[in-house]
């Protein structure tokens, strides 16, 4: 069927939004991620700080697809920040956490990428690799059993994730549950400081998806427009009924494994191959080359969104940290049944 | 009408299912097939889509059983046998067990798993792992010694908020009969006497509180009448219970069928002398099994697990103090 | 080049001695797992029985190419009864092992199928599926240290087993460790009662291969010779450093999980499909049809096998229990670290 | 010339790999990298081969280990944090703890812990599993408290038959000091007494050994002498150190980092009160972490886990019985 000219027009201007969406996102968490970066450095953020630079368009494009309203389920990993944000984390659950205010969603129990809120459809990750896809397989089910199949999920890994048992049994049982999962594997070519072929020997990662039985993409996780494409195109089968879809990113880490390391072990040449880009610059560079904003615009929103984290930083400053003797000590939610500290 | 251990516990299953619509089983070979104890035999055809077959992967199906119960399912997971959630126990003491403290959001979820001896059954069929679980906080870990509690505590783990592991002995399975399932039981983290005496108490769970009663039977013989109490849950411990008792008898036996270092006899023991010191007249005792995997061939099993003999001696020792 | 008539047929004995010699072990594997079935059933064998029925040609062929003497080594599993005799394990290790015998490699502590002799290069499995690949992986890498770089392994594991964590985690272990290994994968289309759809979702598990990076191949595992031709061709290839070769074998299981379960869940149609024949039948016939071999011969060929069999049975029978008063109640080889048994 | 905790087990490596060729690490991040704490820092370039990458696979690590183990070699693991060898648990307690008593050959090998809480490291980057692995038969498990045993039991770990879980205290990597490495230490399985004293015996390892003497310290105020005995080793138990300081004392605290469900400290009670009760004048006090996961924020975390604070209370409270 031949398209009208305004109804293709529609379609760009919807592609163009979106990108645009998708861009502010990305650079969101690159300024609230940079500014964690400096607190740590001051060292008024205890623990690490681990950030996702260069992945900004990979996590946001999966983040996007994902509505909590709608009941999707997220599970980000490290590098996730901008798909947090798409997919509906405040700034401030991630300020606060990282600056331990007692008001944060882990309430000082449990820090930095550990936050999540599970009845938002947003997992809390442990820090063990590969073991959150299991669990959004299970909230997937248990929205099967209730009928609700319109949710999807989405959930995250890293090239070295991959190696993981956990993440093999989960990709498996959600390929032979068929269940409505996207697997999004940010292959940035580190684990750590560990090159991906001493982590695997295939040449692209996608390459397991036939092996699970599930679709798979492959593509430049560096690219936006891809990004957003792809992940559109496999919500869209998810929600469909085609099961599992594994999407692979290329791109590559553009930081420390956290900010502790200064990741001298990647060569600088790397950043010049194919993939090795600064996902943020290029889009910048599209936009403003698209004209779809102007370096004025372009610096407003920069500053806009410098102004929302800075705010949140403040506000979660200025909140209290936990307190021990207010703490309930109770690991289980059937309090009657907690034991006392025996022996003392 | 007589029932057995095992058929309770698939008695249990059957009525969670039937006024639970939150509860689903989960597990290797437990729809078409029943299970490999046959737990769940006929649940599948009677629950349809509610009793599911899992892949081998018991990382995954435990972590697939978490996320339901964050979304407010009450899944029923059944390892094959206890050794094998082995492989759960990242996402089971990690996983589900920090869940609520972590996030406020609770985690009911249980894990059913068919602990212990039995003849032949060699050291990845037959071991006992209440004390592993029992260590990492925010589980709750139970050990049902009749054929009533198997029954009824297995319905109140479906109805706690928090996860639960659930010991189950494949040596009571066939064994233990009872004359019908009981409407109530017991609280659940409350002991039970299972046989009142004044000169010596003994603290144990599970299939060795059987063990125990036989042994303390023998020594009636001896003019002795040994309080056998059966804790019903490893986590929390009722230590009021047992400090009752050994007030009353003043000598503490702990028996269990676990490896030695650590574990329930340990904790027991220490706390009832950090918190009953002057009750006792005796040191107390341990008995568990020995430090070594436990053996294929029935002649060293039975020598490596205490039994009523061994218990027996070991409360003759006691006494003897 | 042109091969002459004698050269031919040189390697026509040759195939054909050597599908005689893998014949001999299927037959004696199946004596031997049958008699051990009637000492089940007469209540003679404590514990359980698990026979390879069906799998024979298929467990037979990776035995006979790893060598022992050679210093290869070798990881069967629940069904291995043939690869084990074609390896070398001695009838008496398995009737001494089944029966309690405290003379088997195991003295009574473990039994069955969990025999082996790891100083000969066989590992003694334990129970949990796919964990004696890292193991297989960890051998070959102490052989590659000391330059001993002409052995092999191989490592067999089911369809259920594919599903199981450490499965993954090893094969990618051995992938990017470029491991001399041969994973043979037997699909026989059940784990326990569990139909091959409830276990994986990719068409057939070769489909893997692609995904870990290593060589595959998918073949009719109940013809005998394809069996030889495709391990003699994958030990060929792990030999000359190509690294692991996955070989996947379709077959069906041709008896209960073990001798406790009569498999009502598998239906019989199953067996008149592709695949679901007997590989022993199917050889015999085979061997009649090429006249390799007579009735007569075929018969006396039996009562040789049943002989050895009933021998080894005798033997072990005639031998001591274990005694739990003669135990050493060790679990470490350090004697002077072992614990007494505290409390007492 | 002055040596870290963290230097001594890395000059305790680079030893046995210079002297032993059956030596290999194995672990993530180890080789170029030296490891997340860099306790194999330049190793790999100094033993070219053999300081391997490994993927994140902690299952297959620890079973590549077993097999080069069973082979003849001598590998020593580094798992990067001791809470992810939760995912090596089945290898570990059923693989290669039970390798020798099944099969007769031995399997030598060395898994290396990164253990114990530090600031802001949260639920999972914290962990003492000391008292996981010995509850099961067949491991033997380091706990080295001081500069010196890091080296000197590393080293000793080596030349084991065994598989040695090997608990060091990342806390102890940069805080701990001393003068220069030792020639000889006491035997694997000895305790040694840390602080001779009088009222009071505290038995304990790795880190909280220095808050347990930093505890003595401030009782010495209190015009009380704390003997202070360092287990060394949590599996074997030194039980006959532990009693004859008892024996001197009267009074015992056990005091431990980990969970409070078992382990080592229940363990060190009951053995005490089996074999010394006559020796006690008051009953036995433990002192473990809280039953919660443990915690991020440090001002959660300094409570969660006994402090020097903690423990002095816990024993004027034990000297005032
Ligand atoms: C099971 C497990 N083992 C080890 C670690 C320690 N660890 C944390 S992040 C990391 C590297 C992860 O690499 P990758 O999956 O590629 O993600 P990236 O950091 O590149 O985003 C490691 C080894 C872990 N978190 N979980
Ligand atoms: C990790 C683990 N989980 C469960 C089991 C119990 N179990 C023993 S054999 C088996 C089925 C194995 O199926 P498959 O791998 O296809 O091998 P087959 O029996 O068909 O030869 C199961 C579930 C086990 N041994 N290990
Ligand atoms: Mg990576
Ligand atoms: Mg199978």
Not at chain 1, 46 to 56: C, K, L, T
Not at chain 1, 72 to 80: C, F, N, Q, S, T
Not at chain 2, 291 to 316: E, F, G, K, M
Request: charged letters at 20%; aromatic letters at 8%; proline letters at 5%.
């Amino acid at each position: 069927m031949a398209e009208t000219a305004s109804q293709l027009s529609d379609a760009k201007l919807t592609a163009r939004q979106r990108y645009l969406d998708a861009f502010r996102w990305m650079l969101l968490a690159r300024i609230l991620e940079e500014k964690l970066a400096r607190l740590y450095r001051a060292g008024m953020i205890v623990g690490g700080v681990y950030i996702g630079r260069g992945q900004e368009a990979f996590s946001a494009a999966l983040g996007m697809q994902l509505n909590r309203q709608e009941g999707d389920v997220y599970a980000p990993l490290i590098r996730d920040q901008a798909g947090r944000l798409a997919f509906g984390e405040a700034i401030l659950d991630a300020t606060r956490t990282y600056l331990g205010s007692v008001k944060g969603p882990m309430r000082g129990r449990d820090g930095n990428i550990h936050r999540g809120r599970p009845k938002q459809g947003l997992i809390a990750m442990i820090s063990h690799l590969g073991t959150a896809i299991s669990v959004a397989n299970g909230m997937l089910v248990a929205k099967r059993f209730r009928g609700e199949t319109q949710s999807i999920g989405g959930v995250c890994i890293g090239d070295g994730g991959t190696s993981a048992g956990a993440f093999h049994e989960a990709v498996n049982q959600a390929a032979v549950e068929k269940l409505p999962l996207i697997i999004a594997v940010a292959d940035n070519q580190f684990a750590y400081s560990t090159p991906r072929d001493r982590q695997f020997a295939c040449k692209d990662l996608v390459d397991r998806a036939i092996g699970y039985g599930i679709e798979g993409y492959s593509i430049d996780g560096t690219d936006l427009n891809a990004c957003l494409e792809t992940f559109a195109k496999a919500a869209q089968r998810a929600r469909s009924g085609h099961g599992p879809q594994m999407v692979v990113g290329h791109l590559l880490r553009l930081s420390g494994h956290g900010e502790h390391d200064d990741a001298s072990y990647i060569a600088p040449e790397l950043k010049n191959q194919q993939y090795g880009g600064d996902c943020l610059e290029i889009s910048t560079a599209h936009i403003l080359g698209q004209e779809w904003m102007d370096e004025t615009e372009m610096e407003a929103l920069k500053a806009e969104l410098q102004e929302q984290v800075d705010e949140a930083v403040a506000t979660a400053q200025k909140e209290p940290a936990p307190d021990p003797f207010q703490e309930s000590w109770h690991a289980l939610a059937t309090k009657h049944l907690t034991e006392g500290t025996p022996g003392i | 009408m007589s029932i057995t251990y095992l058929e309770a516990i698939r008695a249990a299953q059957a009525k969670a299912l039937a006024e639970d619509e939150r509860v689903f089983i989960y597990g290797q070979d437990v729809a078409a097939f029943g299970g490999a104890f046959k737990a769940t035999k006929t649940l599948s055809k009677e629950f349809p889509g509610r009793v599911i077959d899992a892949p081998i992967s018991e990382d995954a199906i435990a972590g697939l059983a978490i996320g339901a119960a964050i979304e407010g399912m009450r899944p029923i997971v059944e390892m094959q046998f206890a050794d094998f959630s082995s492989i759960a126990f990242n996402q089971i003491v990690n996983q589900a067990a920090t869940q609520y403290w972590r996030t406020g959001v609770s985690c009911p979820l249980i894990i059913r798993l068919p602990s212990g001896g039995t003849d032949g059954s060699g050291p990845f069929h037959s071991q006992s792992m209440e004390s592993l679980y029992s260590h990492y906080p925010g589980l709750i870990v139970m050990t049902p010694a009749t054929v009533e509690d198997a029954y009824g505590m297995l319905l109140e783990a479906v109805a706690i908020e928090d996860p639960v592991i659930f010991c189950e002995h494949k040596f009571l399975y066939y064994h233990l009969k009872a004359e019908g399932l009981p409407d109530s039981i017991l609280p659940v983290g409350k002991a039970r006497i299972a046989r009142a005496g004044r000169h010596a108490t003994v603290v144990t769970c599970s299939a060795m509180v059987h063990e125990s009663l036989r042994a303390a039977q023998e020594l009636v013989n001896d003019g002795y009448e040994i309080e056998v109490v059966d804790l019903r849950t490893a986590k929390p411990i009722d230590t009021d219970t047992v400090l009752a008792s050994v007030a009353r008898t003043g000598r503490l036996l702990c028996v269990g069928e676990a490896f030695p270092w650590g574990g329930l006899t340990a904790e027991v023991v220490s706390r009832v002398v950090s918190e009953g010191f002057h009750l006792l007249d005796a040191p107390p005792k341990r008995l568990n099994a020995k430090d070594t995997p436990i053996p294929y061939h029935p002649n060293l099993w039975r020598v490596h697990r205490p039994t009523s003999q061994s218990i027996a001696a070991a409360l003759r020792d006691l006494l003897s103090l």
